[in-house]
């Protein structure tokens, strides 16, 4: 075949005795597909005011990814009661604590964090437009109770991006909940989905990857 071509190579299909394929593209096709994302993931940094992001194939994949990647074993997760099944499930995959605050409510959210200062790490985790009911988290608020409780802000973006916010750039860009000098952003996303991660200068070693 030609090796400008995709090509189906065929594996050992077990006890049914069928082949199964899997897709392989050549390494020159490859290599275009990685250039073509590096530029894309500069250009989303640079539109959201992210120091960097990444492409995933999904927003549910991105949730996954960045939940396991910056939580773990001996952190708290302080998440509201309506976030999205893609944000539980990656924190039931961290293995981190998780407090469960009520829905839109910062004061119950910085009281949990307040209850959690002894943990290695604390976030808040939350929607900025959630899906199920399309309102618009408190993120000025709960910017300022991580900021106050030493605590990471996450906020899914997925609903709001190129929707709310100067130039499109979300619901916490339309806050007006600028990061202070102390806070760090950074941005993860799929090709139609974004979350911006907020985190204490203390934390960025261990948790930016």
Known sequence: MNNRCIQLIPTDGGDDDESVYYLQYPPEREEQQRVAAAAVERQLASWIGAGGSLLLPSGYQANLTLMVAIAGPGDVVVSDEDNHASLIDGLRLSRARVKIYRHGDAEHAAALLEQSRGA?????????????GGDLAPLAALSEACLQHGAGLIVDEAHALGVVGPAGRGGFAASGAAPEPLVAPSGISSSSDSIRLTLPLSSMSSTRT
């Open 120 to 132: 290695r790490r604390v976030f808040c985790v939350t929607e900025s437009i959630f899906s199920m």
